[in-house]
Every structure is written in C-alpha cells, then in structure tokens.
C-alpha cells in the first residue's frame, strides 16, 4: 500500500512513501512482502534520479538488477540493466553505460519498445562520444517508439527529437 500511496503522491512526497515501503519489504519475511522490491527500486531509483540524486539513484537500480535477476525476471531485469547504463551517462561513465547498453541491445526483441529505448540511449551516448554516428540509433529508436501510443500523446516533441536526430540533424544530448 505504501508503493502506491508514493505512486499517486506528489513528487515531494513520493520519496517517504517509497522509504517506508522500501523498509517493510526489506524487513518482511513473508514472499509477498518481498516481491514488491524490484518495483520500489525502480521508482525509488527515479525519485531520486529525477531529483539529481544520482548515485543513490545508481544504488536502487543495482539493486534491482539484483533481485530481478535471483527472480529469473528476464525482461525486468534488462530494463533495471539499462537504468543502470542511464545513471552512468548521467554520472558521465561513458564507457560502462556504452559497454550495458551495447550488450542489451544484442538481448533485446528486436521492435519491442524496449529495443526502441535501448537503441535511444545509445544514440544519446554517442553524441556525447567522439563516434558521431548517433543516426542510426536514432532512426531505429524512432521507428519503433513512434509506435507508442502513450509516448505519440505524452512525448511528441522527444518522437519529434528522434525522428530529426535520426535523420542528421545535430543536437544536444538530453538529460
């Protein structure tokens, strides 16, 4: 309960409801308890991402590449993976966040949203490389979020970003 009460909070007050969460599923020994864990870490992990608290941010996620992968939670866990990879170009690690996503996106279904993110990020680590051939991430990540419904009404001008990049135009990474 206190995982959704932190969902549907302010952002201000999303983190106290995280931590109290985070507390009882930590110190819970029943399975159920315990389950919510990857979610928490997730969402706590953005709180604090959003929040410029980076390396605490980088802590959740570890954690939850952790736990997605002692649950065998595939897909879970390669999304916990790229938010790894994300924290680092945040930190400007850009060598292990290239290395993660690199190898992600060789897991990855291929015109799944989740390839379509993966091939995103490694366009916005390579315009902050030396490499310059950020087009072709670009031009995929779009191709395949373009189909997105919820991204088309709620990031139309990040499609449009994409779309632009994927075809040449030079641009600024995004945070």
Do not use: C
């Amino acid at each position: 309960a206190a995982h959704m009460i932190a969902i549907a909070e302010t952002p201000q007050r999303a983190e106290r409801w995280s931590l109290i969460a985070l507390t009882i599923a930590e110190t819970n020994d029943e399975a159920a308890a315990k389950s919510w864990l990857g979610s928490i870490y997730n969402n706590l992990g953005w709180t604090y991402f959003d929040d410029g608290q980076i390396d605490k941010a980088l802590t959740l996620f570890e954690k939850g590449v952790a736990f997605h992968q002692t649950k065998g939670q595939t897909l879970q866990w390669q999304i916990a993976r790229w938010n790894v990879a994300r924290a680092h170009r945040e930190l400007g690690q850009l060598d292990p966040a290239i290395k993660e996503q690199l190898e992600l996106l060789k897991l990855a279904d291929i015109g799944t949203p989740h390839f379509g993110y993966i091939n995103e990020e490694l366009g916005e680590l390579d315009l902050l490389s030396t490499d310059k051939n950020h087009e072709p991430y670009f031009a995929t990540a779009y191709s395949v979020l373009a189909e997105d419904d919820w991204l088309n009404n709620h990031e139309a001008t990040r499609l449009a970003r994409m779309n632009a990049l994927g075809q040449g135009v030079r641009g600024q990474p995004t945070r």
